[in-house]
């Protein structure tokens, strides 16, 4: 037995002005005997139950009317199946909260026998009112999940109670969240609203309803957060006044964009489902208020005590940091990515390139400075700096950092190397490649080999007739491959990591000295405990299907990344659904819409990226298969393949507007330090253990 539906937005005059939420659920039951007009349903907990499911973005809405049963019927769909059809009517204002219900078949009504069928098995659909997924809605006025807070956060506390003359006077509560909560990075400050629950609270609300016009607001920083100075860094608050006669509520919401605090309200109303405080009477016993004098001694007795247990920690940490057991491990730890200043020299005039986070300069450490990356004989890295962003891209460079730090090492990951504070500017520092990002240097060698054949040179002729030719400017089809292989490799990687890039794409791909990938741009990468439903601004081109529908990332959602970027590789740098805004992407996707065949691409080729590009993500090939299919094209190369070039046609329309601004990386010409040859040595094994030999 299953359960499928659909919603669409209908004027429905008879039920009033305002357009009705038109949902139709399927249920298909197996060896239930068709007979017309014999099976019914009835809207109560065991027939059909329909819940609300109060989410964090949802609030208690006091016009929120319950949905209307409009028609049952059933079909007969062969195979010994029937179908029940069931339309049900919800407000529209479920669609400007996207509110969740969940609707429930558990039993038939037989009208025959004049009893209720049990089920075998209970049908559940989870409906959530998303505008994006609703047929004919406008989504203007629907809630803006990536602006408006996430509520019901609290998951634990503590409380203090203080009596005063023989009555509660004040609670403390102390807040616990958890500091690995999935979208914890995203969030500004968090916002606690404390008060007395309505009188009259309904249990379909849950235990306490909040007003919050009438609560009591306080603001917390979020932990670990060392840019956070306006707000309470403590975690706690005080109910002053307390009442015991009297149930009390605390709601803890995450703000995500300081314009919009509070919870969508819809109709003017300000309620919302909190958490009942409870306050710990045995707590209460321990912490009441003594007497001056008695006080006083208590006091003193406390203090002694601090001491005493301060003097003992002093002697440990000592022992410890003398006999070298402790402090060294930790210094490690907080040592291994914070860089000295004097470390680095940085030169602001060579500008290499712009990110989404910063701008990035040639850096250079000094010859002392022996780390896990193995740099060039002029120990060239780059530098990205924040010096310019405001406070949301401030935080959008710290998130980059952090997720660097999380990817980790490997010879095809731009190797993250530090970050050095400088005049209180953090400088992210990380390996340098000199070929700049993948699509700057494919459109480059492009270029190069259209000037060679508009000036008739065939680059497929032997080698004689070539002299002429700088084999450094051009690329042939087995490196294209290569280069496809190798960002396959670091793909699999990011995946025994459980990690999902959620930005790949050519210019996020970087080519080094020689000529091999590094993978980067780690500021929006996701994982199981942090997941990820919304494209990356500027990346829709490159978003798989669900990422678009705004349904959770996976790392077949990179393959489908993996399809535009390989498009991009043996386009040579063509521009990806070059005519198309962003806006109007997800619309060509799901009419089956997708990136036409490259010219003098193999037909193999251009299978596999239509596989990466299937609606369904179960259905997609995995990277480890992708890597396999792109060595077996490569095996069928021309003997000679390293002189296999692509006939690049210039009439194609994925080069049409091809910016013209496309430069070579920036070099420089670092001022030359004594260093040792060796450095300029070193195999692609010795990089591959990590460190210097």
Same mark, same amino acid.
């Given at each position: 037995m299953a359960l499928k539906g659909r919603i669409r937005q209908e004027n429905r005059p008879e039920e009033g002005p305002e357009p009705k939420l038109a949902v139709m659920a399927v249920v298909?039951?197996?060896?239930?005997?068709?007979?017309?007009?014999?099976? =019914? %349903?009835?809207?109560?907990?065991?027939? +059909?139950? *329909?819940?609300? /499911?109060?989410?964090?973005?949802?609030?208690?809405?006091? @016009?929120?009317?319950?949905?209307?049963?409009?028609?049952?019927?059933?079909? =007969? %769909?062969?195979?010994?199946?029937?179908? +029940?059809? *069931?339309?049900? /009517?919800?407000?529209?204002?479920?669609?400007?909260?996207? @509110?969740?219900?969940?609707?429930?078949?558990?039993?038939?009504?037989?009208?025959?026998?004049?009893?209720?069928?049990?089920?075998?098995?209970?049908?559940? /659909?989870?409906?959530?009112?998303?505008?994006?997924?609703?047929?004919?809605?406008?989504?203007?006025?629907?809630?803006?999940?990536?602006?408006?807070?996430?509520?019901?956060?609290?998951?634990?506390?503590?409380?203090?109670?203080?009596?005063?003359?023989n009555h509660v006077d004040q609670v403390d509560v102390l807040i616990s969240i958890e500091k690995n909560y999935h979208r914890l990075k995203k969030m500004r400050y968090f916002l606690a609203y404390s008060g007395k629950c309505e009188e009259h609270t309904k249990n379909d609300h849950g235990e306490c309803v909040l007003d919050m016009a009438k609560a009591n607001m306080t603001r917390f920083c979020v932990p670990n957060r060392v840019n956070c100075t306006r707000y309470n860094r403590k975690f706690a608050f005080t109910i002053s006044n307390y009442d015991t006669s009297s149930k009390y509520g605390v709601q803890i919401c995450g703000i995500l964009d300081h314009r919009f605090e509070a919870p969508p309200i819809v109709s003017g109303t300000s309620k919302i489902a909190a958490d009942v405080l409870t306050v710990s009477t045995t707590i209460a016993s321990l912490s009441v208020i003594a007497p001056a004098d008695s006080l006083l001694r208590t006091l003193i007795g406390y203090a002694f005590v601090l001491a005493f247990l301060l003097i003992i920690l002093i002697i440990f940490i000592s022992y410890k940091c003398a006999t070298g057991r402790w402090c060294k491990g930790n210094n490690q730890e907080s040592d291994q990515f914070l860089m000295d200043e004097k470390s680095l020299t940085l030169f602001e005039d060579i500008v290499i390139g712009k990110g989404r986070f910063g701008t990035v300069y040639i850096g250079q450490l000094s010859l002392d400075w022996h780390g896990p990356v193995v740099l060039d004989d002029q120990q060239r890295v780059a530098v990205k700096t924040n010096r310019y962003l405001d406070k949301s891209k401030k935080q959008d460079f710290f998130d980059e950092i952090e997720g660097a730090k999380e990817v980790g090492r490997h010879s095809r990951i731009l190797s993250f190397i530090g970050t050095v504070v400088k005049n209180g500017n953090v400088l992210h520092v990380m390996e340098y490649c000199s070929n700049g990002n993948l699509l700057d240097y494919l459109i480059l060698k492009r270029k190069y080999m259209v000037e060679l054949q508009e000036k008739g040179v065939n680059l497929n002729e032997s080698l004689p007739s070539l002299n002429d030719i700088d084999f450094d400017e051009v690329i042939s089809i087995h490196d294209l491959y290569r280069i496809a292989s190798q960002i396959c490799t670091a793909m699999m990687y990011l995946g025994t990591k459980s990690i999902v890039h959620n930005a790949l794409c050519a210019r996020h791909v970087m080519i080094s000295s020689d000529h091999n990938v590094k993978l980067g741009d780690f500021g929006s990468i996701s994982t199981p405990t942090t997941p990820n439903c919304t494209p990356v601004v500027n990346q829709y081109k490159w978003s798989s299907l669900e990422l678009l529908r705004g349904e959770t990332a996976t790392a077949l959602s990179d393959v489908w990344s993996f399809g535009v970027v390989l498009w991009e590789i043996l386009t040579m740098g063509g521009r990806p659904y070059y005519n198309v805004p962003d806006a109007g992407i997800r619309g060509l996707v799901e009419k089956g819409f997708r990136l036409q065949k490259p010219d003098g691409c193999a037909i193999s080729m251009y299978q596999l990226m239509r596989e990466t590009w299937l609606d369904n993500p179960t259905d997609r090939p995995t990277f480890s298969q992708i890597s396999q299919r792109i060595s077996q094209a490569a095996s069928q190369c021309t003997p000679e393949a390293s002189r296999n070039f692509l006939t690049i046609s210039t009439l194609c329309d994925y080069y049409l507007d091809d910016p013209s601004s496309t430069s070579r990386p920036a070099t420089s010409s670092l001022p030359r330090r004594q260093h040792y040859d060796a450095a300029a040595l070193i195999s692609e094994s010795e990089r591959l253990l990590g460190y210097r030999l």
């Amino acid at each position: 037995m299953a359960l499928k539906g659909r919603i669409r937005q209908e004027n429905r005059p008879e039920e009033g002005p305002e357009p009705k939420l038109a949902v139709m659920a399927v249920v298909y039951i197996e060896g239930l005997e068709f007979e017309a007009n014999r099976w =019914d %349903v009835l809207k109560n907990e065991s027939s +059909l139950s *329909i819940d609300w /499911l109060p989410m964090s973005h949802d609030v208690i809405e006091s @016009s929120r009317r319950p949905p209307k049963l409009k028609s049952v019927h059933f079909v =007969d %769909v062969g195979q010994e199946t029937t179908a +029940l059809v *069931i339309e049900l /009517l919800f407000d529209l204002l479920n669609m400007k909260l996207r @509110s969740t219900y969940e609707i429930r078949v558990g039993s038939l009504y037989d009208t025959k026998c004049d009893k209720m069928l049990d089920l075998t098995s209970h049908a559940a /659909l989870n409906v959530t009112f998303a505008c994006e997924k609703i047929i004919g809605v406008d989504c203007r006025d629907a809630i803006k999940i990536d602006h408006h807070p996430v509520c019901n956060l609290m998951r634990s506390y503590h409380t203090r109670v203080i009596e005063r003359e023989n009555h509660v006077d004040q609670v403390d509560v102390l807040i616990s969240i958890e500091k690995n909560y999935h979208r914890l990075k995203k969030m500004r400050y968090f916002l606690a609203y404390s008060g007395k629950c309505e009188e009259h609270t309904k249990n379909d609300h849950g235990e306490c309803v909040l007003d919050m016009a009438k609560a009591n607001m306080t603001r917390f920083c979020v932990p670990n957060r060392v840019n956070c100075t306006r707000y309470n860094r403590k975690f706690a608050f005080t109910i002053s006044n307390y009442d015991t006669s009297s149930k009390y509520g605390v709601q803890i919401c995450g703000i995500l964009d300081h314009r919009f605090e509070a919870p969508p309200i819809v109709s003017g109303t300000s309620k919302i489902a909190a958490d009942v405080l409870t306050v710990s009477t045995t707590i209460a016993s321990l912490s009441v208020i003594a007497p001056a004098d008695s006080l006083l001694r208590t006091l003193i007795g406390y203090a002694f005590v601090l001491a005493f247990l301060l003097i003992i920690l002093i002697i440990f940490i000592s022992y410890k940091c003398a006999t070298g057991r402790w402090c060294k491990g930790n210094n490690q730890e907080s040592d291994q990515f914070l860089m000295d200043e004097k470390s680095l020299t940085l030169f602001e005039d060579i500008v290499i390139g712009k990110g989404r986070f910063g701008t990035v300069y040639i850096g250079q450490l000094s010859l002392d400075w022996h780390g896990p990356v193995v740099l060039d004989d002029q120990q060239r890295v780059a530098v990205k700096t924040n010096r310019y962003l405001d406070k949301s891209k401030k935080q959008d460079f710290f998130d980059e950092i952090e997720g660097a730090k999380e990817v980790g090492r490997h010879s095809r990951i731009l190797s993250f190397i530090g970050t050095v504070v400088k005049n209180g500017n953090v400088l992210h520092v990380m390996e340098y490649c000199s070929n700049g990002n993948l699509l700057d240097y494919l459109i480059l060698k492009r270029k190069y080999m259209v000037e060679l054949q508009e000036k008739g040179v065939n680059l497929n002729e032997s080698l004689p007739s070539l002299n002429d030719i700088d084999f450094d400017e051009v690329i042939s089809i087995h490196d294209l491959y290569r280069i496809a292989s190798q960002i396959c490799t670091a793909m699999m990687y990011l995946g025994t990591k459980s990690i999902v890039h959620n930005a790949l794409c050519a210019r996020h791909v970087m080519i080094s000295s020689d000529h091999n990938v590094k993978l980067g741009d780690f500021g929006s990468i996701s994982t199981p405990t942090t997941p990820n439903c919304t494209p990356v601004v500027n990346q829709y081109k490159w978003s798989s299907l669900e990422l678009l529908r705004g349904e959770t990332a996976t790392a077949l959602s990179d393959v489908w990344s993996f399809g535009v970027v390989l498009w991009e590789i043996l386009t040579m740098g063509g521009r990806p659904y070059y005519n198309v805004p962003d806006a109007g992407i997800r619309g060509l996707v799901e009419k089956g819409f997708r990136l036409q065949k490259p010219d003098g691409c193999a037909i193999s080729m251009y299978q596999l990226m239509r596989e990466t590009w299937l609606d369904n993500p179960t259905d997609r090939p995995t990277f480890s298969q992708i890597s396999q299919r792109i060595s077996q094209a490569a095996s069928q190369c021309t003997p000679e393949a390293s002189r296999n070039f692509l006939t690049i046609s210039t009439l194609c329309d994925y080069y049409l507007d091809d910016p013209s601004s496309t430069s070579r990386p920036a070099t420089s010409s670092l001022p030359r330090r004594q260093h040792y040859d060796a450095a300029a040595l070193i195999s692609e094994s010795e990089r591959l253990l990590g460190y210097r030999l």
